[in-house]
């Protein structure tokens, strides 16, 4: 069977001042099953929202995009605008960080779920109807009386479950959420995340899952793509990831994660990866970690390291890597 969406060699470049193209974006892939679960991980500028607007194609008008990017049987790389406006909303909906950019902040919550209903034919009083039950999914206390608010009138958690609820309204096949939660508190973080997979998961509906942070993803989905440096360094089953991390980026990533301490519980932040992110006109010639990687041998500088199975679901860009965990 044909995967729901399936990425292959992506790639993005950006115009610069004087004219010339930067890739920023190079050789992504990864299929996606429908009701499949992904997350997307990777350090600050590691790509991943131009990764997410590409699959969309909410790109830059500077941008150029190679690759292919198919969806439902559709190329969206050569999409008309007009077929991708059909495909956004309906049948890619997507979420993003800040959520009172989402909402129309004139307009009362239950009205902008039921808006999307109603560009679909929904009758007015069916629209609403279903615009309160999506409410109470998203578990907003007492759905039947703020279904007339405002969104100021909602704390920001609460407001993320609508843009949640609008997103879920036409049931779409893919929702795209990039960094849903890092603008509110950590507490309300976890609620959000816990509402969103468990919508996702019964609805049937895929899910890609954009964040910076392996806490979140490994709270939510059950596969994952670490991006570095605008390129795929692994994917795998996000438990077997965090167990034995293959490539050794992925292996600082975690060991980067803030974890509760066993006696207090204070959240503590173990180790940091030493050095930055390469800028894109500058890339090392062989693998782009190289300089900041605790395994790197002179084979490394040799040539871009090639994607490569590691597994029957577990490929990596790294010539030290195993199934068994990165070399140190
Ligand atoms: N509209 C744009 N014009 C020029 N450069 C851009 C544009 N959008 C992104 N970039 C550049 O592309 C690179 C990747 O950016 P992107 O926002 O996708 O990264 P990210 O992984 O989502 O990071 P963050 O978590 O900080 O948002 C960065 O170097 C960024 O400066």
Not at 242 to 254: D, F, K, M, V, W
């Amino acid at each position: 069977m044909s995967p729901l969406l399936s990425v292959e060699n992506l790639g993005v470049a950006l115009a610069r001042a004087d004219g010339s193209k930067l890739p920023i974006l190079h050789d992504v892939g990864f299929n996606l099953a429908k009701g499949e679960t992904l997350g997307i991980v990777g350090e600050s500028g590691s790509g991943k929202s131009l990764l997410a607007l590409a699959l969309i194609g909410l790109l830059p008008g500077s941008a150029t995009v190679s690759g292919a990017i198919r969806f439902e049987g559709r190329d969206l790389v050569t999409a008309s605008e007009a077929g991708l406006s059909a495909i956004r909303g309906r049948r890619i909906a997507m979420i993003f960080q800040e959520p009172m950019t989402a909402l129309n902040p004139a307009m009362r919550i239950g009205d902008q779920i039921a808006e999307g209903l109603r560009l679909d034919g929904v009758r007015p009083a069916a629209a609403r109807a279903a615009a309160l039950a999506l409410l109470d999914r998203v578990r907003i206390a007492d759905a039947a009386n703020r279904i007339d608010a405002f969104p100021h009138e909602l704390s920001g958690g609460q407001r993320q479950r609508v843009v949640i609820a609008i997103a879920l309204a036409r049931s779409p096949a893919l929702l795209i959420a990039d960094e849903p939660t890092t603008a509110l508190d950590v507490t309300v973080q976890r609620d959000v995340l816990d509402i969103l997979g468990e919508l996702v998961a019964e609805a049937n509906m895929a899910l890609i899952l954009v964040s910076h942070d392996l806490g979140v993803i490994a709270r939510t989905v059950a596969r994952t793509l670490v991006l570095y440096a605008g390129t795929r360094f692994e994917e795998a089953p996000t438990a077997a990831l965090l167990a034995t991390p293959a490539n050794p980026y992925t292996r600082g990533l975690i060991g980067a994660m803030p974890r509760p301490r066993k006696t207090d519980g204070v959240r503590q932040r173990l180790t940091v990866i030493p050095g930055t992110v390469p800028a894109f006109g500058a890339l090392p010639p062989g693998c782009r970690f190289a300089d900041r990687c605790p395994a790197h041998i002179p084979a490394c500088d040799a040539g871009e390291p090639p994607w490569r199975a590691i597994g029957p679901d577990r490929a990596v860009r790294c010539i030290r890597a195993t199934a068994e965990g990165a070399e140190r």
